[in-house]
């Protein structure tokens, strides 16, 4: 009866890996195709859609436009989710329960609605399709993320901590740059890290508010609008290597930060 436990138990856990991971590996697999089919035989393998990829200016360009969003947007939405989380733990504001809840709704909406509500806003503003409209949606739909991973990791021991920082002459602005956001580094990157993740391989919302320059994921779309072939499978291959590299990023920094 344990043997028999003990199998089922790995055959559900090979189900569930290979339900998870079986995609990915034949995007990368077919992404080496050395033919301009991505179907079987396989034929690789061949870096020909890689160089591919690389030589094209548009995929380039849209690389490094991801890129840039993704980092300055994540940056922006942790500012802003790190100071929203500080004031709440803080200092005791009239409402603080409802508009805690006002900022972590968008994490309940959407992309689409987000994304056609800023479109018609930016339209009333003024403000055209390009790269910072779509920043500005990235740091809208990370921001909710940022700061529940920040404001749930503020605790009272440190208050503590800054308080005596006070006692001991240390002005607001020294306490929570020398204090506060050290102390807080962890889950900072961890809401940075995860945002970029987020914003990395966003499309809805780039979609809707770029129109020349474009992301990543978009002009991914825009290949995909001819069908399938092994240079979409290149492009893929490419957003799941950042996205991995991110993540184990953020697994090294946070193996650095524990003590021996």
Not at 34 to 63: E, H, M, N
Not at 144 to 157: E, K, N, R, V, W
Not at 174 to 188: C, D, E, G, N, S
């Amino acid at each position: 009866m344990r043997a028999l436990v003990r199998i089922t138990s790995w055959i559900y856990a090979v189900a569930i890996y290979g339900f998870i991971f079986l995609p990915v590996v034949v995007l990368v697999l077919f992404s080496l195709q050395a033919t301009s089919f991505p179907i079987p035989p396989f034929t690789g393998p061949s870096l020909r859609w890689y160089d591919a990829v690389l030589a094209d200016t548009r995929l380039t360009s849209a690389l490094v436009n991801s890129l840039g969003v993704a980092a300055l947007s994540s940056a922006a939405a942790v500012a802003l989710g790190f100071l929203s989380a500080w004031g709440f733990a803080r200092f005791v504001l009239p409402g603080s329960g409802l508009m805690r809840g006002l900022i972590t709704l968008p994490l309940t909406v959407s992309y689409l609605i987000i994304g056609m509500g800023l479109l018609v806003l930016f339209n009333w503003a003024g403000i055209p399709k390009s790269l910072f409209a779509a920043g500005i949606g990235h740091v809208v739909i990370n921001l909710p993320l940022c700061f529940a991973i920040i404001y749930s990791q503020m605790g009272d021991h440190q208050i503590n901590i800054e308080r005596a920082a006070r006692d001991l002459g240390a002005p607001e602005w020294k306490v929570l740059l020398l204090i506060t956001v050290p102390v807080m580094a962890p889950a900072i990157f961890a809401g940075f890290f995860l945002s970029m993740t987020f914003s990395w391989d966003e499309f809805v919302i780039s979609f809707l508010l770029t129109r020349f320059d474009t992301t990543l994921p978009v002009e991914i779309w825009n290949l995909l609008r001819s069908g399938l072939n092994p240079k979409t499978n290149a492009v893929g291959s490419l957003v799941f290597a950042v996205s991995i590299v991110l993540v184990v990023f953020f697994e090294l920094m946070l193996l650095r930060r524990k003590p021996a």
